[in-house]
């Protein structure tokens, strides 16, 4: 009876220590794909000012003032093509609701 009290307490032992060290495995190997343990891993936001003009790099992403003004150029005319896909949606339930009553009036329902 005392050498089965002592297997399964050393086998508890065994298994707790494993089931530690496993996690200690997993952590750093988290940490390794988060790239806190790559030398090679960039700052995220670097800041250079001069008189008339910025530069940033932006997860190793180069930006400047031209670039920043593409970007809004880009940005306006999605937002002009999304205007016109709203005013196109409006037309398009307009015409439903309209048709929708003619019918009605014809069928008389």
Not at 37 to 45: G, I, T
Not at 64 to 75: A, M, N, Y
């Amino acid at each position: 009876m005392k050498r089965f009290f002592l297997k399964t307490i050393g086998l508890l032992l065994l298994l707790f220590i494993s089931v530690l060290y496993g996690m200690q495995l997993s952590n750093d190997g988290m940490n390794t794909i988060k790239g806190y343990d790559d030398s090679s891993f960039h700052e995220a936001l670097a800041w250079t000012e001069s008189d008339k003009e910025w530069n940033a790099v932006v997860l190793g992403e180069k930006w400047d003032q031209e670039r920043l003004e593409q970007k809004q150029e880009q940005f306006e005319a999605m937002q002009t093509e999304n205007f016109l896909s709203s005013v196109g949606a409006k037309t398009g339930e307009v015409f439903y609701q309209t048709v929708n009553r003619l019918l009605r009036l014809v069928t008389g329902t």
